[in-house]
């Protein structure tokens, strides 16, 4: 794409003037001493580079690439202070989307954070708004991308851009979910695929991560059936694309679904499928959370070995990346499988553990899972009166996320240790409020299967 003239510009700018990117290129060829013919390898022909350098074409992404590699420079470099020139801009979004493919949002957020701190056209800051917001998602910085969402959301209503609203919607509808607010989410899910459909769009890829996304609150609502289908569908979508990313989560989402069914072979198959995926991606977070949702139902399989190599593995990944939102999840897993190993040592020194990372995360869901299972802990090592602080503060927690299946675990395991405890009056009062959650869990179920996913 060839930077447009504007009003007013001085005719010097005009094709065939070398803009900041040709420039760049040539100063840093230059400086090495280096040939159009030895930085055009086979990959392209000199007359091209020739052409970039004088303003007259614009290089692809790949091609930045390759020459930004025989330069000797971080592609960074050709994309900085872009000015109005909207070639760079696209290139700088290309390659932030790129970064992301890699499993490198860090460097997608850097990117994008330097070109919104400049004027740019409303198109392009839009777009720019939701890769910045994509990058933070998954970072698990939910909270963050809600007012770049927002903002970017308002600017495509006002000039009616529809694909580019359906991508908007169906990311805020993420970073609701990502908050646990399922109601909330399924609502901009809707509204993505509804904007999708009466827009006449024909994205397969699109297509396959609304419907991945509205399939997850199914999952939520306690619908495991209708989740299976729905991510069943989905895939159907992705596999004729081959969106490796958009399968991958559905993927994930499909096998817990399996797993609520009891159908336990195929629900490892799917999470399998998706870890490969996710690991060839290099997404440490997703592969950390297949992990995590793989070693959960092997546990309750008792394959307690197995299951504890998968917390371990996914805890130690999660560490090098220095991730703090999944890792408390994983090294209580770790403290779980300890405990149902009888080694109430090791499980005490990793729950203690899960405790301190507990603190630096901002997931509730971390919280109920860190109390309940040092409830256990405490209630094993006959250590009544702080196992039942750690069961009534995971309660409290619970009580605060959208999830009644929660709330009916933490009662379960709260009840248990009430009725081994001797307490009948309370076990039976537990067992009973355990039953209710469950009783809500149907109806949440029949409330958002209006949501038509």
Not at 28 to 44: H, I
Not at 77 to 98: K, M, N, Q, R, V
């Amino acid at each position: 794409m060839l930077t447009k003239r504007r009003p007013g510009r001085s005719a010097t700018d005009g094709p065939g003037a070398p803009g900041p990117l040709g420039q760049r290129i040539r100063q840093a060829r230059q400086e090495l001493g280096l040939s159009l013919a030895a930085v055009a390898g086979s990959d392209f022909s000199r007359a091209f580079l020739n052409q970039v350098e004088l303003g007259r074409a614009q290089p692809s992404t790949q091609t930045l690439r390759v020459v930004a590699l025989r330069l000797q420079k971080p592609i960074e470099y050709f994309l900085e202070d872009p000015g109005d020139s909207t070639a760079a801009l696209e290139l700088a979004l290309a390659e932030a989307e790129i970064g992301m493919h890699q499993g490198d949002a860090a460097r997608a957020e850097s990117l994008m954070t330097r070109i919104l701190a400049r004027p740019i056209p409303v198109e392009l800051r839009t777009r720019a708004q939701l890769t910045l917001a994509t990058a933070q998602l998954r970072q698990g910085r939910a909270q963050d991308a809600l007012p770049l969402l927002e903002e970017a959301i308002a600017a495509a209503e006002r000039a009616q851009w529809h694909q580019l609203l359906v991508e908007l919607y169906d990311r805020l509808g993420s970073a609701y979910y990502l908050l646990r607010r399922a109601h909330t989410a399924g609502q901009w899910f809707d509204k993505a695929f509804e904007c999708y459909r009466t827009a006449g769009l024909t994205d397969p890829v699109l297509r396959a991560r609304i419907l991945g996304h509205r399939a997850n609150l199914h999952y939520v609502a306690g619908q495991p059936a209708e989740a299976i289908a729905a991510y069943e569908s989905a895939i159907a979508a992705a596999e004729q694309v081959l969106d490796m990313p958009a399968l991958a989560g559905i993927y994930e989402g499909l096998a817990v679904s399996l797993q609520q069914t009891g159908q336990y072979a195929r629900a490892l198959s799917y999470a399998q499928k998706g870890l490969r995926i996710f690991e060839t991606l290099r997404d440490v977070r997703m592969a950390g959370q297949l992990r995590l949702n793989m070693g959960e139902m092997l546990l309750q399989q008792g394959r307690i070995a197995e299951a504890e190599r998968l917390f371990s593995e996914g805890a130690d990944h999660l560490r090098r990346i220095g991730e703090t939102e999944l890792l408390p999840l994983l090294v209580v897993g770790m403290a779980e499988s300890a405990l149902e190993r009888k080694d109430l040592h090791r499980a005490s020194d990793l729950i203690e553990e899960a405790i301190d990372l507990e603190v630096r995360s901002s997931d509730p869901i971390a919280t109920v899972a860190v109390h309940r299972v040092a409830g256990r802990i405490a209630h094993a090592r006959q250590r009544r009166e702080p196992a039942h602080r750690h069961f009534e503060r995971a309660l409290e927690v619970a009580a605060t996320v959208d999830s009644p299946d929660l709330r009916a675990r933490v009662t379960y395991d709260f009840a248990r240790a009430l009725e081994e405890d001797g307490d009948a009056a309370q076990a039976a009062l537990r067992f009973r409020q355990a039953y209710e959650a469950g009783r809500t869990t149907k109806a949440s179920t029949q409330a958002l299967s209006e949501l038509g996913a």
